[in-house]
């Protein structure tokens, strides 16, 4: 690999308080220097990022990408393209496939397919239960040891509370979180949406806040129990927020994360029974809204997951009851969170990053999530002032499950380079790419 030495960008790295226009260079797959005094080696290439940012890449700590057994819905391959179009550097596979991820050679699978992608590094997340039957625990020792780093069993909470208790216990040997899909099944049974105005007028079974409160105050408390650490998926409701707001109050190992659909919509888009609008745990109302983009910015919650859904287009035209649950995420995530936290005021850019890419990947110990000198060249070179407008037709994922379709949104990543590699380079018109500096000229000072 060349070097490539990026200038005049505005670099953008909150693990070290940065934020200023200046170069960045990349040599050998790192890191190699920041600032104005930063030079080129010769048969470097320029990158001429004004009035771009430069960031750390994105991390994802919850896509699910189907593989194995639902190809038709997306692959690893496919799903780690639609990544690194959106920015993402790194992305955390759930095992809810078919079959599911729950023994070593199933992780050393995903694994080895991400790999073989050469995208996004992809990271296999194992499951808490053999089957994801809540009876009984998989070997995390085993899956850890192939390349798993995090147990869960999404798409299912762990019901058991002694299951959870124990899954808690034996992570923490690993040092690996618990992630969980907050839901009491019993009370949410049946539901199709938010219970509410919205499905009363409809006509359909709602999921009451209560259902994934209940679970997060009792994972709370199991995390207290165990010191283990748990990590909170998806969250949704206002009361989920204060109660994670006590328990990090308390010191306690609880992280969690929200999805850009919880900090953007509500029940009201499912009026007209829009399928897209259908995901688990269901869009709430506008007070759940707010207090997930205030904890977002406090940082009550710890970062912003995909969920990444994929699903077939039958599927998702079926009736509101009988149509899956979820949404492609990975390509509108960044210029959703753009719109919805930072150009509103909400947050500022550096917090967005840190939410985005620092903390995830220093949560659950990914590389990444920093610009550092000598850390893994892994960034996301974006322009948020540019607009674009959702096709999914041109989207990368195999899926077109997203209800914004026809949404002009701000920010358009130009490129992204994992390990100092180009995995990603727009090229439509107008897009910037790395030049090759002429050997003639001195070295680029920046």
């Avoid at 960045?24 to 990022?49: H, K, N």
């Avoid at 359909?204 to 709370?220: F, N, S, T």
């Avoid at 269901?282 to 990444?308: K, N, Q, S, V, Y």
């Avoid at 195999?398 to 994992?418: C, D, I, M, Q, Y």
Wanted: proline share 7%.
């Amino acid at each position: 690999m060349k070097p490539i030495l990026f200038t005049n960008g505005r670099v953008v790295d909150p693990s070290q308080h940065l934020d200023e226009v200046t170069s960045l260079l990349v040599q050998d797959g790192r890191v190699a220097g920041i600032g104005l005094d930063v030079r080129a080696p010769d048969g470097a290439d320029v990158f001429d990022a004004t009035g771009l940012v430069i960031g750390p890449g994105l991390v994802d700590v919850h896509v699910h990408l189907r593989e194995p057994g639902q190809e038709d819905r997306e692959t690893i391959a496919t799903g780690a393209m639609s990544a690194v179009a959106g920015g993402f550097t790194a992305i955390c596979a759930m095992p809810n496939t078919d079959p599911v991820i729950d023994n070593q050679g199933a992780v050393g699978f995903v694994k080895a397919k991400g790999e073989a992608a050469g995208l996004a590094r992809v990271y296999p997340i194992g499951c808490v239960s053999v089957g994801q039957r809540g009876e009984r625990l998989a070997e995390f020792g085993e899956m850890a040891a192939a390349g798993a780093v995090a147990v869960s069993d999404d798409g299912q909470p762990v019901m058991s509370s002694h299951l959870m208790r124990t899954a808690l216990e034996y992570a923490r040997t690993f040092g690996i979180p618990v992630a969980d899909h907050c839901e009491d099944l019993p009370l949410a049974a049946g539901g199709a949406m938010h219970e509410g105005i919205v499905s009363t007028r409809l006509g359909l079974k709602g999921i009451p806040a209560a259902a994934e409160e209940i679970h997060v105050a009792r994972d709370i408390i199991l995390a207290g129990l165990t010191g283990g650490h748990v990590h909170l998926c998806h969250m949704s409701t206002r009361g989920s927020v204060e109660l994670i707001r006590r328990a990090k109050d308390q010191g306690l190992r609880v992280t969690a994360e929200a999805a850009p659909h919880h900090f953007t919509l509500t029940h009201e888009r499912c009026e007209g029974y829009d399928t897209s609008a259908k995901m688990n745990p269901p869009l709430r109302e506008a007070e759940d809204r707010d207090a997930i983009r205030a904890a977002l910015a406090d940082g009550t919650l710890d970062c912003i997951a995909t969920d990444h859904a994929p699903h077939h287009y039958d599927a998702k035209e079926r009736e509101f009851d009988d149509a899956p649950n979820g949404i492609i995420g990975l390509e509108t995530a960044l210029s959703l969170a753009l719109r919805e936290l930072v150009l509103s005021g909400r947050m500022t850019l550096p917090t967005l990053f840190e939410r985005m890419s620092c903390a995830p990947a220093r949560l659950w110990h990914l590389a990444g999530g920093t610009l550092r000198r000598g850390s893994v060249a892994d960034l996301v070179v974006f322009d948020p002032g540019a607009e674009w407008t959702v096709d999914p037709s041109r989207l990368r994922s195999k899926s077109r499950n997203t209800p914004w379709a026809g949404e002009t949104l701000p920010g358009v990543v130009h490129a992204t380079f994992v390990g100092g590699r180009p995995v990603f380079v727009r090229s439509e018109p107008g897009s910037r790419k790395a030049h090759r500096r002429p050997r003639p000229h001195p070295p680029a000072t920046g």
